[in-house]
């Protein structure tokens, strides 16, 4: 007889998500064909993207400063991903979906198209989990000290990826 694992779980689409900071680490053309970061059609998505379990987001270029921020979802099967930026004031600048590629608790994929009428050119955006802690949090959210939040329970490993 087994006993089940406290920490096995199964989590949702949006849950995966938020359950890591993610870093950018590569992108891939329509024909698998690596693409450097960059590259005009990939470089705008490029950065440390923290998603918070109340539906906001906060973006930082990899050097720290601030990107975007606003709000997201993911549908219920985890195939699309929508986010709004908002400026300062609240007022939103511009929504984006995108499909999901894949996302499990160690990589998010999501698919932009340069031209939205030509889906047959396209890239895949790869984010892999981090340990990096979001700027300006003096280390109080995910990715503090290896934890998860404040659970303790930890599960984060070191992405190498992250010297810059």
């Known amino acids: 007889m087994s006993i089940p694992?406290?920490?096995?779980?199964?989590l949702t689409p949006s849950q995966s998500l938020a359950?890591?900071?993610?870093?950018?680490?590569?992108?891939v053309d329509q024909n698998g064909k690596r693409v450097a970061l960059d590259n005009a059609g990939v470089s705008n998505f490029v950065g440390w993207a923290y998603f918070k379990a109340d539906g906001t987001y906060t973006m930082y270029n990899l050097d720290d400063s601030p990107?975007?921020?606003g709000d997201w979802t993911v549908n219920a099967d985890g195939s699309e991903r929508w986010?709004?930026?908002?400026?300062?004031t609240g007022k939103v600048l511009?929504?984006?979906?995108?499909?999901?590629v894949e996302l499990t608790k160690n990589v998010f994929t999501y698919r932009v198209y340069p031209n939205a009428a030509d889906t047959k050119t396209y890239f895949d955006i790869i984010h892999t989990k981090t340990n990096h802690v979001?700027?300006?949090t003096d280390a109080k959210g995910p990715g503090a000290n290896g934890a998860q939040g404040n659970?303790?329970?930890g599960g984060y490993h070191f992405n190498n990826g992250n010297k810059r």
Do not use: H
């Open 94 to 100: 511009f929504e984006r979906v995108v499909p999901i």
């Open 5 to 10: 694992s406290p920490f096995a779980q199964k």
């Open 83 to 88: 986010i709004n930026a908002k400026d300062a």
């Open 151 to 153: 659970d303790g329970k």
């Open 67 to 69: 990107k975007l921020k």
């Open 19 to 27: 359950s890591t900071p993610w870093k950018t680490t590569g992108a």
């Open 134 to 136: 979001e700027p300006g």
